[in-house]
């Protein structure tokens, strides 16, 4: 990753779906080794991009989904 970041001004983060039970806690520990690697090289944008409050065409949100997408339309 060290590699990746090297002279970059910015960080886009898009992560892709996962349906694995420990999918939070996957999120959760990338996002917590980009920020420090970011830290480490002083790079202070993130971009983070994710589809978790669409709603799919013939799908319906759960209500922890539904939750998310009011925040998120109201904050962001």
Not at 18 to 37: A, C, H, M, R, T
Not at 45 to 63: D, Q, Y
């Amino acid at each position: 990753m060290e590699q990746v970041l090297q002279g970059s001004a910015a960080v886009i983060n898009a992560p892709g779906g996962v349906k694995e039970p420990d999918k939070y806690q996957k999120f959760q520990k990338i996002g917590n080794i980009l920020s420090k690697k970011m830290n480490e090289q002083g790079i202070k944008r993130l971009v983070s991009i994710s589809g978790a409050v669409m709603t799919p065409p013939g799908k319906t949100l759960k209500w922890k989904r539904k939750v998310m997408k009011v925040f998120g339309n109201l904050f962001f």
